[in-house]
């Protein structure tokens, strides 16, 4: 493909944080960007040239979209694939909607990850409630059921601790198609944003190390502190998924990291990622400035990490007792804030985030979760 070059316009399906750090990364290089969501005064849309709002099943709105740009990428996954489709009929999409096809359905991107013989958690694949006792009945529990789509965050999912509970949590989920997997007790969860180009160029950030709370990434600190054997099988594990799926863009592969040391793939994202964020103030080239460059064709950029850095999540609780105080947080000089423009807080949605850089991870770890406790004048987080 001839590369898209700046002063050219990006599509963007979706409009949060994601969509929102990719228009600054293109707007930055000289791009426009018109993006399309349900919403309105979107994250992404409060920094793009134009705001389409419509749902993704407006194939009318979708066509509007893809006529007026070069290209189309989206930051997020649960976009229909009929939306891509018709938008790759006008435009160029990246990645592709094939990729899309694989990674927003469990049942899928499980099959998948498997006959590349890639390692997962053991599961089921489950369509009826007769299947899921079945499936009980060779994993065992604890294990999680999870909807084989529309599912992120921990949304769609259900632990089960005894197969008399199967019902219950059959319904939980809605009687819809999905996966029984073991629960892990995992070490570590790791992941890996790396970045394929349209001439099949590829780059990576590192092994990336990361903590949940309540399902939702709260804390990401890189480089991971695993042995080098480590971080090369999963680079050679997110080099296997992103030719073999053909992706033109950013795919992060999530890892769970066994206690007797074996990496096993959790999922995949086909897009930049939270885990990823550090890269804005950490790294040469940003996940989202690779994504604009591989979507546009354009040579990938270098993803060396200038400092050690740590990324803390800024949810909608920290605003439970009132603004929280961004000056506190602005006097640690080795520290970044990012607010993605969100009208509401909410518990539980992802309000922003903080980056600290500092000599070592441990200190970087130490310093932006200081920073994040400086935020809250009441109990600290
Ligand atoms: P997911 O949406 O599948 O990435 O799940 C969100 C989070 O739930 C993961 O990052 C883990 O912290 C936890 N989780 C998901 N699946 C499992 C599992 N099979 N065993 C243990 N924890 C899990």
């Known amino acids: 493909m001839k590369p898209i070059l700046p002063g050219a316009t990006i599509g963007v399906l979706g409009s949060g944080q994601l969509g929102r750090m990719f228009a600054i990364a293109a707007r930055q290089m000289g791009y426009r960007?018109?993006?399309?969501?349900?919403?309105?005064e979107s994250p992404a849309g409060q920094v793009s040239d134009v705001e389409i709002t419509a749902p993704y099943e407006d194939l009318d709105a979708v066509r509007t979209l893809a006529r007026n740009v070069d290209a189309v990428t989206f930051e997020f996954e649960n976009v229909p694939v009929e939306t891509v489709e018709v938008a790759a009929g006008i435009v160029p999409v990246r990645p592709a909607g094939s990729v899309l096809h694989v990674t927003q359905h469990r049942i899928r991107e499980k099959t998948f990850l498997r006959k590349m013989g890639l390692p997962t958690t053991r599961f089921s694949i489950v369509r009826s409630l007769d299947?899921?006792?079945?499936?009980?009945?060779?994993?065992?529990?604890?294990?999680?059921?999870k909807t084989a789509d529309f599912g992120y965050d921990g949304k769609g999912q259900v632990a089960i601790d005894s197969p008399a509970r199967a019902e219950e949590a059959w319904a939980t989920i809605g009687r819809?198609?999905?996966?029984?997997?073991?629960?892990?007790?995992?070490?570590?969860?790791?992941?890996?944003?790396?970045?394929?180009?349209?001439d099949g160029s590829f780059a990576h950030y590192g092994l990336i190390e990361n903590r949940h709370r309540a399902h939702i990434l709260d804390l990401s600190y890189t480089p991971a502190r695993v042995p080098e054997r480590l971080e090369l099988d999963a680079i050679e594990m997110a080099r296997t998924v992103m030719e073999q799926l053909q992706v033109v863009g950013v795919l992060c592969v999530e890892f769970f990291l066994t206690r007797d040391g074996r990496l096993l793939v959790n999922e995949l994202a086909p897009r930049p990622h939270n885990s990823g964020h550090f890269t804005l103030d950490a790294c040469v080239t940003s996940q989202f400035e690779q994504q604009l460059r591989a979507v546009c064709g354009l040579p990938l950029g270098s993803t060396r990490q200038l400092q050690p850095a740590a990324m803390a999540n800024l949810l909608g609780d920290l605003w439970d007792n009132g603004e929280p105080d961004w000056l506190a947080a602005c006097a640690q000089p080795e520290v970044k804030l990012h607010l993605y423009g969100k009208l509401e807080p909410r518990r539980g949605r992802k309000m922003g985030h903080l980056t600290a850089l500092a000599p070592s991870v441990d200190c970087a770890l130490r310093g932006v979760i200081d920073a994040?406790?400086?935020l809250v004048t009441g109990p600290s987080m």
């Open 33 to 40: 960007v018109h993006t399309l969501s349900p919403d309105s």
């Open 372 to 374: 994040r406790n400086s």
């Open 176 to 198: 819809r198609d999905g996966v029984l997997e073991a629960f892990v007790d995992f070490d570590r969860e790791l992941s890996l944003v790396a970045v394929r180009g349209d």
């Open 131 to 145: 299947e899921l006792h079945q499936a009980l009945s060779e994993t065992g529990c604890p294990s999680i059921l």
